[in-house]
């Protein structure tokens, strides 16, 4: 019987079993793809993230310290950076790394094997896949977005969520990220360019409904424009938690990552997030395995502890995506000009509270400004009128009745 099954080898399976093998536990990894870490994803993460979980620099594809946003106008905005704030990585690669360390600690890797069934009883927790039953003291469920095993362990199911589709393309002349705004190319939400190797780019979007739809008439507008040759690779789709479980643990067993709805709910970034999870997974399970005690009760630290980690950015993230849902193409492409025209562009992306990471402090900055608020009067009077607090969940409460606190509490 192992200490540990993780079901799911992504970034938060992974670096999960990476922390709890080395701890001495014997842990088993199950996932149902054959080649590790290989989901729909840009692999943009920020230097944190690489600073605090390190990369072999030649999975680095690109250091980014610049961006094109273009609005619903047509207008674009360069954003430059000092230094880089983010990366653009092999991404399978990278997630692969992190199994690679942890079969060197002692990890089993069972792959090409989906869990079907988790059932934790007094003395383990039974894990069934299509051919076999495994035995474990417990179990940590990083299985991705829109698992049935959640639900299945009473855990219900993430509450909000958006779609999410990208093809790799072929194109020559692509040096910088690229974001696009607006109905025609991404309703409520945004869609991106980001080159990787010479030559090469990944194009996607994310939207509520009709994502692959959308995608393919904005490769068909690049295509016209010049932008892009050929597509290499055809768009896949996949979920994105943009809230977290209310609960994320129970007997035995410990919800982690985008199962968990652990994601920046303003772009759909969720590998950060993840792994800083996960090692709080690995602190939380490892004394709990070592003192057996694997109760709910002693397992819920890991709940306050991701929370007071993460709930505040969540919420505020959300509140600002659901805000942004509301916005017209035309009240985008003013904020953007009011932006560009008044240098706050300029100052956000360059003063201390810029975070590729962390968004509530500039979410917080953006609401305050009185250009900004111009147009949020527009939107919601009420909202306005709040904005200055820059409490952008108590805001957005307060301006969107049907709005309900995900966490059920607040964070400060
Ligand atoms: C189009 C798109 C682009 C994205 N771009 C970025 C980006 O640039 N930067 C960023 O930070 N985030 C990005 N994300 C989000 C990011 O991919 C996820 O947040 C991150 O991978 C979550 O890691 P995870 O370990 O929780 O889950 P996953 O990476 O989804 O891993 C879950 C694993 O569980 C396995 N699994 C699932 N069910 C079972 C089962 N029943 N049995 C066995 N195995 C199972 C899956 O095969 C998978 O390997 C993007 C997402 C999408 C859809």
Not at 15 to 29: D, F, Q, Y
Not at 196 to 218: C, D, E, I, Q
Not at 228 to 252: A, F, H, N, Q, S
Not at 281 to 287: A, C, R, Y
């Amino acid at each position: 019987m192992d200490d540990v099954i993780v079901v799911g080898a992504g970034p938060a399976g992974n670096n999960t079993a990476l922390g709890l093998a080395k701890l001495g536990h014997s842990v088993t990894v199950i996932d149902w793809r054959q080649n590790i870490g290989d989901k729909p994803c840009t692999g943009i993460v920020g230097q944190e993230c690489l600073s605090k979980f390190p990369i072999d620099p030649s999975l680095v594809y690109r250091r980014a310290s610049s961006a094109n946003v273009v609005s619903p106008e047509d207008l674009s905005v360069q954003l430059d950076a000092k230094s880089p704030q983010a990366s653009i990585v092999d991404r399978v690669a990278y997630v692969a790394s992190f199994a690679d360390r942890a079969q060197a600690a002692g990890a089993r890797y069972l792959l090409g094997q989906r869990v079907l069934q988790i059932v934790p009883d007094d003395d383990g927790v039974s894990v069934s896949t299509e051919d076999s039953t495994f035995r474990s003291r417990s179990v940590v469920l990083a299985a991705g977005f829109g698992s049935p095993l959640v639900r299945q362990l009473g855990l219900g199911s993430v509450p909000d969520h958006v779609s999410g589709v990208q093809a790799m393309v072929a194109t020559d002349n692509i040096e910088d990220v690229e974001v696009y705004l607006g109905q025609n190319v991404a309703p409520g939400f945004f869609s991106w360019v980001a080159p990787t190797l010479p030559g090469r780019a990944l194009v996607g979007l994310l939207t509520r409904r009709k994502a692959p739809a959308h995608l393919a008439k904005f490769l068909q507008q690049l295509r016209h424009a010049g932008r892009i040759t050929e597509v290499l690779k055809e768009p896949e789709c996949w979920g994105i938690p943009l809230r977290p479980l209310k609960r994320t643990y129970r007997d035995r067993v410990l919800v982690v990552g985008d199962a968990a709805g652990q994601v920046k709910p303003t772009t759909g970034g969720g590998i950060f997030y993840s792994l800083l999870a996960s090692e709080i997974v690995v602190e939380v399970l490892g004394q709990s395995l070592t003192s057996n005690d694997l109760s709910a009760a002693s397992l819920s630290e890991y709940q306050t502890e991701w929370k007071n980690l993460l709930s505040y950015e969540l919420e505020a993230g959300y509140s600002a995506r659901r805000l942004f849902e509301f916005l017209t193409d035309h009240q985008i492409s003013t904020l953007i000009r009011q932006a560009t025209t008044n240098g706050l562009h300029e100052q956000l992306i360059n003063s201390s509270e810029s975070s590729f990471d962390w968004h509530s402090q500039v979410i917080g900055k953006i609401m305050c400004n009185p250009a900004v608020s111009g147009v949020l009067r527009l939107v919601n009077p009420l909202l306005a009128k709040f904005a200055p607090t820059s409490d952008v969940p108590l805001a957005l409460a307060a301006a969107i009745p049907s709005y309900v606190d995900p966490l059920g509490q607040r964070a400060h």
